[in-house]
């Protein structure tokens, strides 16, 4: 069974950091592209960004509301994800949900986390 | 990159079919065969339904369906049940090689 499990989130204090980690298995971690997507408490999804695979240069992507202040990476011999955010300002209060998966049987096969909640306050 | 537009809720009554929509542009829905929806239901996590416009994941029931024409996507689910009553959200690929999902549909089932 695919299952992705995320921690780290916490309080922290406008212009704070925090690391989310993204724990993976039931897959090949190594081979997925994994996805982090936000959501603020009643509002709806938003996707912040992603890395790929190695074969992919473990290429990353963001949105424009994070660009520059979060990052993305990986750990395959761990078969953890991490977000790394900086800067944190109110508006990225909200649960971190990691998503990830693989094909198989010529189906796509694709599970998300629990969430872990993020806030910003002082 | 903004937001897909999806109508704010639509309503169905048990055994009709309903149509959700999900607009964006050519740089997303209309350039992409990646589009994807998934349903939430309150306090849960998301779920996939639709993957690559019109492929379900396996244990999907074949009542909900996708498509595609031009710039917008739909959803189409069938003989509406009350436990599809749930926010439904499309999910596309864009050209700046990122993600955006639609801001959301609240499904309602009379």
């Known amino acids: 069974e695919l299952q992705l499990v995320e921690s780290g989130g916490g309080l922290v204090q406008p212009g704070g950091s925090l690391k989310l980690s993204c724990a993976a298995s039931g897959f090949t971690f190594s081979d997925s592209t994994i996805h982090w997507v936000r959501q603020a408490s009643g509002k709806g999804l938003e996707w912040v960004g992603r890395?790929?695979?190695?074969?992919?240069?473990?290429?990353?992507a963001y949105a424009a509301s994070v660009k520059g202040r979060f990052t993305i990476s990986r750990d395959d011999s761990k078969n953890t994800a991490y977000l790394q955010m900086n800067s944190l300002q109110n508006e990225d209060t909200a649960v971190y949900y990691c998503t990830g998966g693989e094909t198989a049987a010529r189906t796509w096969r694709e599970c998300w986390g629990q969430g872990t909640l993020v806030t910003v306050s002082s | 990159q903004s937001a897909l537009t999806q109508p704010a809720s639509v309503s169905g009554s048990p055994g009709q079919s309903i149509t959700i929509s999900c607009t964006g542009t050519s740089s997303d829905v209309g350039g992409y065969n990646y589009v994807s929806w998934y349903q939430q239901h309150p306090g849960k996590v998301p779920k996939l339904m639709i993957y690559d416009v019109n492929n379900r994941p396996s244990g999907i029931s074949n009542r909900f369906s996708g498509s595609k024409s031009g710039n917008t996507a739909s959803l189409t689910i069938s003989g509406l049940q009350a436990e599809d009553e749930a926010d439904y959200y499309c999910?596309?690929?864009?050209?700046?090689?990122?993600?955006?999902f639609g801001g959301g549909t609240k499904l309602t089932v009379l």
């Open positions: 999910n596309s690929y864009t050209a700046s090689y990122t993600r955006v």
């Open positions: 890395i790929r695979n190695k074969a992919n240069n473990y290429a990353t």
